[in-house]
């Protein structure tokens, strides 16, 4: 007997894959970060789009450690902070705040990921911002955006206003507070984020020295970035997806230990 699909239940079942698919490289996210360091305990937040037409996206649950973030414990959320999905759990309001206006503004900005490192909060704390001569300083020209702190991010009000902040760059460092990537996908958002990190950590170091920067041209500054774009985060191959060899390695070092992530 022939049974036929329905278009109805073929696009929900897609989309429910697709869903699953995110969720997973979104725990896996987590993950990473919590390996790195780059989480505040149960605080700071990495979010991803559910695919589909509505503005939904996915967070953490408020009170969990990153290393306890799996795909099935991720909450479901629209944009205005409410629960698609009635999951146990709770979001916590700062985050929503952040990652709702972006999430609300930019359509490419599928995943969105904030810290608050040591490196990246001292950097935001300093009147120049980050400096572009050091070797990924200088993989970041004029790709770095800026927002000033308003306090603790509770204020709904403030979400045009980082939006506007944050124009169409992927890169954005929250004046005394921290940094924030995005990207179409987890491998871009990761990337991104690993190289904003690296160039704060060596602005840290270097500061030690008391001593100015021994700088760099501008056209030095403009082909490392290019060649960061086009040629690093593609791993030297044109067919690879920004960030992805990056990505997977991390993922095949937390499957080879048994992380829960995909739970």
């Not at 509505?54 to 969990?64: A, E, K, Q, T």
């Not at 040591?118 to 993989?139: D, I, K, P, Q, R």
């Not at 602005?203 to 020295?209: E, H, W």
């Not at 086009?230 to 992380?259: N, P």
Request: hydrophobic share 35%; with cysteine; aromatic share 8%.
């Amino acid at each position: 007997m022939n049974i036929q699909t329905s278009p109805g239940k073929t696009i929900h079942n897609a989309l429910a894959a697709e869903e699953r698919r995110v969720r997973e490289d979104l725990a896996a996210l987590y993950h990473v970060f919590s390996d790195l360091g780059w989480c505040e305990h149960i605080y700071n937040h990495i979010t991803a789009r559910v695919p589909g037409p509505d503005r939904h996206f996915l967070i953490n649950s408020f009170g969990l450690a990153y290393n306890e973030v799996t795909a099935s414990n991720l909450i479901k959320i629209d944009l205005d902070g409410k629960k698609v999905v009635d999951v146990p759990g709770r979001v916590n309001a700062p985050g929503f705040t952040i990652h709702s206006s972006i999430h609300g503004a930019r359509g490419d900005a599928h995943f969105i990921t904030h810290t608050h490192t040591t490196a990246g909060v001292a950097v935001a704390c300093t009147e120049e911002g980050l400096s572009h001569h050091s070797f990924y300083g200088a993989m970041l020209y004029e790709q770095i955006a800026y927002h000033d702190f308003e306090g603790i991010s509770t204020d709904l009000g403030e979400r045009e206003r980082l939006v506007k902040s944050l124009g169409s760059r992927n890169y954005m460092i929250l004046r005394h507070h921290g940094l924030l990537t995005s990207g179409r996908t987890a491998a871009e958002a990761l990337f991104r984020m690993t190289i904003l990190q690296r160039a704060c950590e060596v602005q840290l170091a270097a500061a030690a020295f008391g001593k100015g920067w021994r700088p760099l041209s501008e056209e030095i500054l403009r082909r490392t970035t290019r060649q960061m774009q086009s040629e690093v985060a593609k791993g030297f191959d044109e067919k690879t997806s920004f960030g992805q060899d990056s990505f997977e390695a991390y993922r095949r070092a937390l499957d080879a230990r048994g992380s829960r992530y995909r739970d």
